[in-house]
């Protein structure tokens, strides 16, 4: 059907809007207010709404996004080469826990069906993990994951998946360097994600640097739920206080298939307890949700992100907690969420993060402007700024609750900040970590990107997306566009989702092709 030409302007102060139509506008196309093309738009890109002068301020979602570098008469097509990007803000004099959320009456009676941990936390799938202290080891735990996903797996029934937590850390790295702790406890959190049920198990090599003692320092590990625990059976094979630990270098090993029996007997033993796991009703509040978006383009803030952010302050309201991340994506708007902390600790956390990835930046000679990509241009995002401003949506309207730095494991309900990089991987590794049992991202150019260790429900910011790629986003966000559907239609039916995949009643279309990116460590620490 051929649509009538569209434009989204965000705010009513705003002097620029996005084109909708599938496809984009030719040059002379006339909105219904008389706005008329001075040159053709693509899709997603920006129209001038008003004539503006060269030093003009462009602004979108009422913040000024760049400057006009000439002179762009009303109709014309606003993208990167004509305006100039603003420095990022400060971080001295911001606002500090000034805005008070709106009023948001508890959100009751939702509940979905988990796996309750030992430490409270609640998983949403059933998997045997195995941990790696350094890359070495990482081919030969592939071989016996994929040993004991045919020989054992179908023996035990209630258990969803066997997974190696492979990583390019642990030896040949500065392991005393300060910012190390990154990624070391960024392997120790991912292997107490909930879904894993406290069943930690290691191969390690026997020389590295990163040895299991370190990874895993006696206590890390909470104690099983499971009654029936049968450590007795487990005899000689390494069982002790920091979880059980296959070493290859080990003299009791003599030849390859040795080292895959020990993994693999251990791994029974694990896939045993893991076995006795049951769903239980838990309310919505054990949700653990990370948000993040790839492949962005100019309707992920039109669409995706504010969808999510509805969705995420529905979470609020239940009590569960919701993270968002990706530092670059949120620098330009700090003052944003400095003025939605929920005291001024929360802020002081917030400003610290950013100056420390600041000086991160700083130290490979860059900055937030190396986030945007070819085709979140192509997408009609002209620099980080309008990019920050669509991508801080999917935070909602709640106060910030808490802080985490890389790594860190969260500890508390409600909207947390957890500082990651932008990059998919990375951050979804990180949140992991966090320890989210389900993960929500949002794409506008297209990502088969998914997680093995967690479910990913996939949303696509527009139906031409959406239809293309039937089978790989769970959402299609892109009505809110056309105006077939609302921001909160959506946010209601995402939120839904989240309780029907969390449950393992449905499973997301990267479940069902078995698609998952690798886990990626974020490494600020120098290698040797
Ligand atoms: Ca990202």
Redesign the pocket.
């Known amino acids: 059907m051929e649509q009538s030409p569209l434009y989204i302007r965000v705010h009513p102060q705003d002097n620029v809007a996005i084109v909708v139509n599938d496809g984009g506008l030719p040059e002379g196309a006339t909105f219904a207010d008389g706005l008329v093309l001075r040159e053709r738009v693509p899709q997603g890109h920006k129209v001038a709404l008003t004539d503006l002068a060269e030093g003009d301020e462009v602004i979108r979602y009422n913040v000024v996004i760049g400057y006009a570098l000439k002179n762009l008469p009303k109709g014309s097509w606003i993208n990167e080469h004509v305006i100039r990007m603003p420095s990022p803000p400060g971080l001295e004099g911001l606002p500090i826990a000034t805005v008070k959320p709106p009023e948001m009456p508890p959100l009751e009676g939702f509940t979905f069906e988990g796996y309750r941990n030992a430490d409270g936390t609640v998983g949403s799938r059933n998997i045997l993990a195995i941990t790696t202290t350094v890359q070495c080891v990482a081919d030969v735990v592939q071989h016996a994951v994929a040993r004991i996903k045919s020989e054992l797996l179908p023996r035990f029934p209630n258990v969803d998946d066997v997974v190696s937590l492979g990583h390019t850390y642990g030896c040949g790295v500065a392991i005393d360097a300060p910012d190390a702790m990154v990624p070391i406890r960024t392997v120790r959190n991912i292997s107490l994600n909930p879904n894993f049920g406290g069943e930690v198990m290691m191969v390690s090599l026997g020389c590295e640097k990163l040895q299991p003692e370190r990874l895993m320092p006696p206590g890390t590990i909470p104690i099983a739920t499971t009654a029936a625990d049968d450590v007795a059976d487990i005899g000689d094979s390494g069982a002790d206080a920091n979880g059980d630990v296959v070493v290859l270098q080990d003299e009791e090993h003599v030849g390859f298939q040795s080292m895959i029996e020990s993994i693999m007997k251990m791994a029974e033993h694990h896939l045993r307890r893991l076995n006795n796991r049951r769903r239980e009703t838990c309310p919505a509040s054990d949700l653990v949700i990370g948000v993040?978006?790839?492949g962005?383009d100019a309707f992920s803030g039109l669409t995706a992100n504010p969808a999510v952010g509805f969705a995420t302050d529905l979470l609020v309201r239940a009590g569960a907690t919701v993270m968002f991340?990706?530092v670059t994506?949120v620098r330009d708007g700090v003052d944003q969420l400095t003025s939605r902390a929920a005291n001024p600790d929360v802020a002081a956390a917030i400003i610290r993060e950013m100056q420390w990835y600041d000086d991160y930046l700083k130290r490979g000679s860059a900055d937030r402007s190396a986030n945007t990509t070819p085709g979140n241009k192509k997408g009609g995002l002209s620099n980080i700024v309008e990019k920050a401003m669509g991508s801080i949506i999917k935070s909602g309207n709640s106060a910030i609750s808490g802080v985490l730095s890389p790594g860190e494991k969260v500890r508390q309900k409600g909207l947390i900040y957890a500082a990651t990089?932008?990059?998919?991987f990375i951050?979804?590794t990180l949140q992991v970590a966090a320890g989210i049992n389900l993960h929500v991202?949002t794409t506008g150019r297209g990502t088969p990107y998914s997680l093995a260790e967690v479910p990913v429900i996939k949303v696509a910011t527009r139906s031409d997306l959406a239809r293309r790629w039937h089978d790989l986003m769970d959402i299609n966000a892109g009505t809110i566009a056309t105006g077939e559907s609302s921001i909160e239609d959506v946010g209601w039916e995402l939120f839904r989702l989240m309780l029907e995949v969390a449950s393992g009643r449905k499973q997301t279309c990267a479940e069902k092709l078995k698609l998952h990116n690798a886990l990626v460590l974020f490494n600020p620490a120098p290698v040797t």
């Open positions: 993040q978006c790839g962005s991340s990706e994506e990089p932008a990059s998919d951050c979804g991202f």
